[in-house]
């Protein structure tokens, strides 16, 4: 194994926003009269914007929506997300994440970000944690969101770095698939544990240092 390189998941790995975006997408629902709950809500982790809202739209029983219309309700989903994430300053990462980061870029390691959400840049910003990460891939440089793996190819091409060489750090087992996709080693946490597909488990965020030695 020769690692050089660790791309992260944004949500629910570094920063928890999971409570904002079912509000969001909860608010949207109940305005067009859609059922909504937070079974759906999960089907919902690291997918993008309009493949999520065509999950949700999966409850809808009105008329055909056009394709500007769907838009629209993605667009106003995403305006009550933005609100709501103003709310988040840098008490909503924690010591261990921060400290973490922190060893791992000072061990040698290069780090990236690789998220399907097109706010990460913002999020980061209001954590103050943008400066943390050598490159940033996210949605608003990628066509297809996970589980392919273009989030993690584009996070190791900004890094300069070879697929093989990446560890990607995920919470959704999309991610997770998406990671094993590209070529790249895994490590899962939260809901990702449970599908079993990840060369390492982590307890902690911090277990991170036991493999990036």
Same mark, same amino acid.
């Given at each position: ?33 859609? !059922? ?9 982790? /690291? ?10 739209? #999966?409850? !809808? ?8 219309? @769907? ?23 924690? @010591? ?14 290069? %780090? ?8 990460? =840049?913002? %999020? ?5 944690? *943008? ?10 440089? %990628?066509? @297809? ?7 993690? *190819? =584009? /996070? &190791?091409?900004? *890094? /300069?770095? =070879?697929? #093989? ?10 991610? %997770?698939?998406? /990671?094993?996709?590209?070529?790249? @080693?895994?490590? &899962? ?8 597909? &990840? ?6 965020? &911090?277990? *991170? ?5």
């Amino acid at each position: 194994m020769n690692l050089k390189a660790v791309i992260f998941d944004l949500d629910g790995v570094i920063v928890f926003t999971d409570k904002f975006h079912y509000q969001a997408w909860k608010k949207m629902a109940d305005e067009m009269g859609i !059922y909504f709950d937070e079974v759906i809500n999960n089907r919902l982790r /690291g997918v993008s914007r309009m493949d999520s809202l065509e999950i949700v739209l #999966e409850q !809808y029983e009105g008329e055909p929506l056009s394709q500007e219309k @769907k838009q629209q309700l993605a667009d106003r989903k995403n305006e009550t997300y933005r609100e709501l994430l103003k709310t988040m300053t840098p008490a909503d990462v924690s @010591k261990e994440v921060r400290d973490t980061l922190r060893e791992i870029r000072g061990r040698g390691y290069k %780090i990236s970000l690789g998220s399907s959400s097109k706010n990460a =840049k913002f %999020i980061l910003e209001r954590v103050n944690l *943008l400066s943390a990460f050598d490159a940033i891939s996210d949605g608003t440089n %990628i066509t @297809k969101s996970k589980p392919e793996p273009e989030v993690f *190819l =584009k /996070g &190791a091409e900004f *890094l /300069g770095e =070879k697929p #093989e060489n990446c560890l990607v750090v995920e919470d959704a087992e999309a991610g %997770i698939e998406a /990671g094993i996709s590209g070529g790249m @080693k895994t490590a &899962a946490m939260g809901d990702a544990v449970k599908c079993q597909k &990840a060369d390492y488990t982590l307890t902690t965020f &911090a277990d *991170l240092l036991k493999i990036l030695i």
